[in-house]
Nanobody, 119 residues
C-alpha cells in the first residue's frame, strides 16, 4: 500500500502563487509516475502535471508555463509550484502515485486539498 499526504492548498487571489506538497510512503515501486490531478465542481478529474521516475514531465496545456512539478526522491515528496493562478484553477487537487510493473499498474490517491482562486 501507498499512503499520500497532501498539503499546501488554500485561498489565493488571482495572479498569486501556491505550492502543493505530497509526501508518499509505503510500497513505491522503482518505476513509477507521480502526479497531480484536479477536479472542479461538476467536472471530471483531469491531469494537471506528472513526473516519471526518470524525471520526464507532462503538463496539461492549461497550466503549461505557469505550474512546475518537481520530485525529491530522497524524501519521496513531490511539489507543484503554481504561479499566476487564475480562477479556473479552482479545484480539489489530488496527488497520485502510479506504480508500474511490466504492462500493469496500480494507482494510489491522496485525500485531496482544496485550491480556491478568487478574482
Amino acid at each position: 500500500q501507498v499512503r499520500l499526504v497532501e498539503s499546501g492548498g488554500g485561498l489565493v487571489q488571482a495572479g498569486g502563487s501556491l505550492r502543493l506538497s505530497c509526501a508518499a510512503s509505503g510500497a513505491i515501486f522503482s518505476i513509477n509516475v507521480i502526479g497531480w490531478y484536479r477536479q472542479a465542481p461538476g467536472k471530471q478529474r483531469e491531469l494537471v502535471a506528472a513526473v516519471s521516475t526518470p524525471g520526464s514531465t507532462n503538463y496539461a496545456d492549461s497550466v503549461q508555463g505557469r505550474f512546475t512539478i518537481t520530485r525529491d526522491n530522497a524524501k519521496n515528496t513531490i511539489y507543484l509550484q503554481m504561479n499566476n493562478l487564475i480562477t479556473e484553477d479552482t479545484a480539489v487537487y489530488f496527488c497520485n502515485v502510479r506504480n508500474i510493473r511490466g504492462c500493469s499498474h496500480d494507482d494510489y490517491w491522496g485525500q485531496g486539498t482544496q485550491v480556491t482562486v478568487s478574482s
